[in-house]
């Protein structure tokens, strides 16, 4: 296998570590019990979505492993939309996803791309979170 494909695994590892069941209830359950002190999943997934789709406020072109791990992320959020285990099911994790999936779609469609790699990127990255989004939906 390729390096670019070897380090799409790592990064799917990674994220899966951090969309752990057991840390999002952890997660959910500290912010409910330490409220304004403590780090929410909305938090968590605000800051690791910001430095994921930095390029983009930079206007940069995004490059192959970036797009890669940019997939990736809205895989592990899609995964979560679509677990139906109760881990997910009865807590704010579906919420903060479909918010943080919501979000990318609107700095998708108001931002300007350099490139037409990285602007093919950016609406397949559209669709993606559209059929993402209609799945849940029905």
Do not use: C
């Amino acid at each position: 296998s390729s390096f670019a494909e070897r380090l799409r695994g790592m990064q799917d590892i990674t994220l899966a570590q951090l969309f752990n069941q057991e840390r999002m209830k952890r997660l959910i359950e500290n912010t409910a019990i330490n409220e304004g002190n403590a780090y929410s999943v909305f938090e968590m997934l605000d800051d690791l979505t910001g430095e994921i789709y930095s390029e983009y406020d930079k206007r940069q072109n995004v490059d192959l492993y970036r797009r890669n791990l940019q997939r990736t992320y809205l895989e592990g959020l899609q995964r979560v939309l679509e677990s139906e285990t109760n881990a997910y099911e009865h807590t704010d994790m579906k919420a903060a996803a479909r918010l943080q999936l919501t979000k990318l779609k609107t700095k998708f469609l108001i931002s300007r791309y350099p490139d037409e790699v990285t602007k093919s990127h950016v609406w397949d990255m559209i669709e993606r979170i559209n059929k993402i989004l209609e799945y849940k939906e029905k």
